[in-house]
């Protein structure tokens, strides 16, 4: 039997779980023998590399995060240990590898892959949605789902108290999880680090609002953008005038149940990644696009910075 293993690497998502079950049934179905890496590349450099069976997956499908752990390792920038991650891979037998992670870990896996014979394939799973290619990745459609519950519930204090919310959304340098959120929302203020902005182009259009009897306000904003949200907070109060609060999502947005879509999706990116390294279409990515599946090169993939939707943008500018 051939032996394939799988790991997560950056920061962990739900989807991942769902995707790690998939990752050891459909392994056995196509007869192989499923390994666990543990901690990413930490896990590989360590050699906390252990065989798979059901009993490891009963039960996580429901579960945020990443039974197997995660990890960013610094170790595995430098080629000494990556020679010996590959080493521990090959005292395995372990000739495919499936890799979960965003954009700096495929840029590692690339890295890897130019200087050993590993075939892989990786799966965009990152909040960020920011892998180039590919119009998904795992976790995002739970982490929506979670801001959109905050929003929600911030919306009824908001109204209530006649109060500005500035809600801070994860994502880097780009925008997409707090453009998505603010089209979905009905908030009133969207800042993104892809759209140059200023503060005092909104100023004259939310004071009329007030007038006109509006008693509160929702600001979706990126982490990336150039100020501080706590300037926007600031802002609100000072130019506005309407008496605000900052809530800053953090890290729930990585985690909780996975939504249905996420489950979903983890099931297609694994079914295609073991087919794909099984009919020997190898060191790709498996990206989703407006076409469907696609297996991208690794080489096409790190090497450009992924643009948000200019028809999402688009609505933004409106």
Same mark, same amino acid.
């Given at each position: 039997?051939?032996?394939?293993?799988?790991?997560?690497? !950056?920061? =962990? #998502?739900?989807?991942?779980?769902?995707? /790690? *079950?998939?990752?050891?049934?459909? +392994?056995?179905?196509?007869?192989?023998?499923?390994?666990?890496?543990?901690?990413?590349?930490?896990?590989?450099?360590?050699?906390?590399?252990?065989?798979?069976?059901?009993?490891?997956?009963?039960?996580?499908?429901?579960?945020?995060?990443?039974?197997?752990?995660?990890?960013?390792?610094?170790?595995?920038?430098?080629?000494?240990?990556?020679?010996?991650?590959?080493?521990?891979?090959?005292?395995?037998?372990?000739?495919?590898?499936?890799?979960?992670?965003?954009?700096?870990?495929?840029? !590692?896996? =690339? #890295?890897?892959?130019?200087?050993?014979? /590993? *075939?892989?394939?990786?799966?965009? +799973?990152?909040?960020?949605?920011?892998?180039?290619?590919?119009?998904?990745?795992?976790?995002?459609?739970?982490?929506?789902?979670?801001?959109?519950?905050?929003?929600?519930?911030?919306?009824?204090?908001?109204?209530?108290?006649?109060?500005?919310?500035?809600?801070?959304?994860?994502?880097?340098?780009?925008?997409?999880?707090?453009?998505?959120?603010?089209?979905?929302?009905?908030?009133?203020?969207?800042?993104?680090?892809?759209?140059?902005?200023?503060?005092?182009?909104?100023?004259?259009?939310?004071?009329?609002?007030?007038?006109?009897?509006?008693?509160?306000?929702?600001?979706?904003?990126?982490?990336?953008?150039?100020?501080?949200?706590?300037?926007?907070?600031?802002?609100?109060?000072?130019?506005?005038?309407?008496?605000?609060?900052?809530?800053?999502?953090?890290?729930?947005?990585?985690?909780?149940?996975?939504?249905?879509?996420?489950?979903?999706?983890?099931?297609?990116?694994?079914?295609?990644?073991?087919?794909?390294?099984?009919?020997?279409?190898?060191?790709?990515?498996?990206?989703?696009?407006?076409?469907?599946?696609?297996?991208?090169?690794?080489?096409?993939?790190?090497?450009?910075?992924?643009?948000?939707?200019?028809?999402?943008?688009?609505?933004?500018?409106?």
């Amino acid at each position: 039997m051939r032996n394939i293993a799988i790991l997560c690497s !950056g920061g =962990d #998502v739900s989807g991942m779980n769902p995707a /790690i *079950k998939h990752f050891v049934e459909y +392994a056995l179905q196509k007869g192989l023998t499923p390994y666990f890496v543990y901690n990413g590349y930490e896990g590989l450099i360590e050699n906390n590399i252990h065989e798979a069976t059901y009993s490891d997956v009963a039960g996580i499908i429901n579960r945020g995060g990443t039974k197997i752990g995660s990890a960013r390792s610094e170790r595995f920038l430098s080629e000494r240990y990556r020679s010996v991650a590959y080493y521990n891979l090959k005292l395995l037998d372990i000739d495919m590898l499936i890799v979960l992670g965003g954009d700096g870990s495929f840029r !590692g896996l =690339d #890295v890897f892959s130019k200087e050993h014979d /590993i *075939k892989f394939c990786g799966i965009p +799973a990152t909040i960020d949605n920011d892998i180039n290619q590919s119009e998904y990745s795992l976790g995002v459609d739970t982490a929506l789902n979670i801001i959109k519950n905050a929003i929600d519930a911030i919306r009824d204090t908001a109204s209530s108290f006649g109060r500005a919310f500035v809600i801070e959304t994860m994502g880097r340098e780009c925008g997409y999880l707090a453009l998505t959120s603010y089209l979905t929302s009905g908030a009133e203020l969207c800042l993104i680090p892809e759209k140059h902005y200023t503060l005092d182009e909104y100023e004259a259009k939310f004071k009329q609002a007030m007038q006109d009897g509006r008693n509160y306000f929702i600001a979706i904003v990126a982490e990336g953008i150039r100020q501080d949200s706590a300037d926007i907070v600031k802002w609100f109060e000072k130019k506005v005038g309407i008496e605000s609060r900052l809530t800053v999502l953090g890290h729930i947005q990585r985690g909780g149940n996975p939504s249905v879509y996420d489950r979903l999706m983890a099931y297609k990116f694994i079914h295609h990644a073991i087919d794909a390294l099984l009919d020997g279409d190898s060191n790709k990515v498996i990206c989703y696009t407006k076409s469907g599946f696609q297996n991208k090169s690794i080489n096409d993939v790190v090497s450009k910075t992924k643009e948000l939707d200019q028809e999402l943008l688009s609505y933004l500018e409106a």
